[in-house]
């Protein structure tokens, strides 16, 4: 196995884990450069096992032995060991959650080919929360969601904070990023999909009313909390749906929302 250990922040062959916490730097730097990072030991196997490639590992040395299989399966991807302090000041925040690796970011899937046999995917719209991003991926996975696709203004679903909060779930839901918003739902519906906005119109239907008529194919367009969803995207849809609350509530958040709709939205058969 190739071991190097760090003895200073400033070492080039760990630029891929430096300033971590700069959220725009690295939104932009890392799908341009084809990486990303895997935060935790979890979060490493799944990216692995969903065949993904590692660049390098990241860790402190007392998790060596915890990784010691994975080491012994990629032996020719270098593992960069410092001290807590060390490692600390290159990515700018204490490691906690064992290792990291800088992952290759595996190639765009096709829309027409993500689209082929899915019968439920939901579209983000300028969901720019890493959080929400993550959470919504996770329920996706969870509920059976054949696929997620972003807007080009989303947040990225393979930044660190995205895939932690998924728990590494990410890796399982084929997603893709739309070229042209809203323009691209016409591709959907071209494909057979009911596009539907969970949106609080005046027209919205309960998601139970929806839920009963059991769609074939049916993309739910999820928007951005705080500023909603565009008029644009209103004009692009299908029809809007809700789920129904007490009085004094007018919404959940986007990511608790997602769930309780994939799960009343399920295939009925």
């Not at 060991?81 to 970011?105: C, D, N, P, Q, V």
């Not at 696709?149 to 839901?173: A, H, I, W």
């Amino acid at each position: 196995m190739s071991f190097h250990y760090l003895e200073s922040a400033d070492d080039p062959r760990v630029a891929d884990y430096t300033q971590l916490t700069d959220v725009h730097l690295r939104k932009l730097r890392e799908p341009a450069e084809g990486m990303y990072i895997a935060e935790s030991s979890r979060v490493l196997r799944r990216a692995l096992a969903a065949g993904h490639r590692p660049r390098s590992f990241f860790l402190a040395e007392k998790w060596l032995k915890d990784l010691a299989d994975v080491f012994e399966e990629y032996p020719d991807v270098p593992a960069y060991i410092g001290s807590a302090a060390l490692l600390e000041e290159i990515t700018g925040f204490h490691l906690h959650r064992g290792a990291m690796a800088a992952m290759h970011r595996p190639a765009p899937v096709p829309l027409p080919e993500l689209l082929a046999d899915a019968r439920r995917i939901a579209v983000l719209e300028d969901i720019v929360d890493h959080t929400n991003v993550g959470a919504i991926f996770r329920s996706a996975a969870a509920l059976g969601l054949d696929a997620v696709l972003v807007s080009p203004r989303c947040g990225d679903p393979l930044y660190r904070r995205s895939v932690r909060v998924s728990m590494g779930t990410v890796f399982q839901v084929p997603w893709a990023r739309l070229d042209t918003w809203p323009g691209e739902l016409a591709v959907l519906k071209e494909h057979g999909f009911l596009v539907a906005a969970m949106e609080l119109t005046p027209d919205a239907v309960d998601v139970d009313v929806l839920a009963a008529r059991n769609p074939e194919r049916l993309a739910l367009v999820l928007g951005t909390e705080g500023a909603g969803m565009s008029e644009e995207t209103l004009a692009a849809v299908d029809l809007a749906v809700k789920i129904p609350m007490r009085p004094g509530v007018d919404s959940l958040n986007v990511a608790a929302a997602s769930a309780v709709a994939f799960w009343e939205l399920r295939p009925r058969d």
